[in-house]
């Protein structure tokens, strides 16, 4: 006979419910589903030995991936790659108002972009930009939240967001021109 | 008292903060006048809005497996009574 499941435990109950997200984070940081389901294991086992310094009521998920985040640069990064550097200032490929969509200036295209295309320019976006990426456009948390998270003034993270997109979308934009879904230059 | 209008260089550098909720509501509703009276903004705005839904789409569906989470649930009960 199998035995009942033991009842969950109230570390189990506030940290179970986030593994969605974790592991969202984990992928996009480590690039590669093994690496991703070991970073949220490790995240989990470190989470629970730090289970006191947890403030109940507070939110739980910004606790996790804050430890997420910092054990994928203490144990993590350094074994994987060279962290990719990015000089802010300078990474600017794309005009700050972005170029628009040429044939399609509403932006229609990205919907018909497959999802692999967008993964793939996500993931070669620099660390830094990509992480402010998928912890506010994708995982939604706030400026103050990821500025804690990542111990930068809340500017630091506006900044990189913004020029983050503009990356993103110009990358977005050309697969777009090149498959032929909008074509390149002004609207009419 | 009515606010102040809002041109489309503020409009721009704001729309960013506007889209994740990060305005005060005096500019929240500043900018919301100013798309409602200009489309080039506004082209801008659906610009932005559809991009986030692209990768929202593109992204979100994705979930801890659940292998990984029956390791973690037993790896969690080696460590320990929580």
Not at chain 1, 147 to 166: E, I, N
Not at chain 2, 52 to 73: F, N, W
């Amino acid at each position: 006979m199998v035995p009942p499941p033991p009842a969950e435990t109230p570390f189990e109950r506030e940290v179970l419910p986030h593994l969605d997200a974790m592991y969202r984070v984990a992928l996009r940081l480590t690039g590669d589903a093994a690496g991703a389901e070991d970073l949220v294991q490790d995240t989990v086992l470190k989470a629970f030995r730090a289970w006191e310094s947890f403030r109940q009521g507070t939110n739980a998920r910004g606790w996790l991936l804050t430890i997420l985040r910092n054990t994928f640069i203490n144990d993590y990064r350094r074994r994987r790659r060279a962290p990719m550097l990015v000089d802010i200032d300078v990474a600017e490929p794309h005009a700050l108002v972005h170029e628009g969509g040429g044939s399609d200036p509403e932006g229609e295209f990205f919907h018909q972009l497959v999802d692999d295309r967008i993964i793939a320019a996500l993931d070669a976006l620099p660390d830094d930009f990509r992480e402010v990426v998928v912890l506010s456009d994708v995982e939604g948390l706030g400026y103050a939240q990821i500025a804690d998270m990542l111990a930068v003034p809340v500017g630091t993270v506006k900044s990189r967001l913004f020029r983050a997109r503009r990356q993103l979308q110009g990358v977005l934009r050309e697969y777009a021109i090149e498959a032929g879904i909008v074509r390149a230059g002004k609207a009419p | 008292m009515t606010p102040t209008p809002m041109n489309c260089a503020e409009a721009l550098e704001l729309l960013q903060d506007f889209l994740k909720d990060e305005l005060t509501a005096a500019n929240q509703e500043r900018l919301s006048r100013h798309l409602a009276a200009c489309g080039h903004c506004l082209q801008h705005e659906h610009f932005e809005r559809n991009f986030l839904a692209a990768l929202e789409r593109a992204t979100r569906g994705v979930r801890c497996p659940d292998e990984a989470v029956a390791r973690i649930r037993e790896a969690l009960r080696s460590a320990g009574p929580g």
